[in-house]
Nanobody, 128 residues
Framework: VQLQASGGGLVQPGGSLRLSCAAS????????IGWFRQSPGKEREGVSC????????YYSDSVKGRFTISKNNAKNTVYLQMDSLKPEDTAKYYC??????????????????????WGQGTQVTVSS
């Protein structure tokens, strides 16, 4: 069972990146899938989530209107399209899944122990 996050990099303010989270060893169907981020000295925070039940999407207030989460069932992969990036979006981004944690929890209070599986993270740096 593995989640492989990729797509991070260095981008200028206002730019875009698309992160990918590929699952292997299990199907993402039936799992809540969330994107989290953590920067040095800060708590890990959930920024986006897609529900397993109906595909509903959720976003934290800090990224709403700029980030878009989507899922490709055939590729067993979840994406996070990040537009209008700001320096404060700089962080290591992680994808994670869980069968029972709701998306409402993911984008508000979820911690490491609330999710079953975690990817290794991909660094996003927004700087001029």
């Amino acid at each position: 069972v593995q989640l492989q996050a990729s797509g991070g990099g260095l981008v200028q303010p206002g730019g875009s990146l698309r992160l990918s989270c590929a699952a292997s060893g299990f199907s993402l169907n039936g799992y809540t899938i969330g994107w989290f981020r953590q920067s040095p000295g800060k708590e890990r925070e959930g920024v986006s989530c897609i529900s397993s039940s109906d595909g509903s999407t959720y976003y934290s207030d800090s990224v709403k209107g700029r980030f878009t989460i989507s899922k490709n069932n055939a590729k067993n992969t979840v994406y996070l399209q990040m537009d209008s990036l700001k320096p404060e979006d700089t962080a290591k981004y992680y994808c994670a899944t869980d069968r029972y944690t709701s998306c409402q929890v993911v984008v508000t209070t979820a911690t490491y122990n609330d999710m079953d599986y975690w990817g290794q993270g991909t660094q996003v740096t927004v700087s001029s």
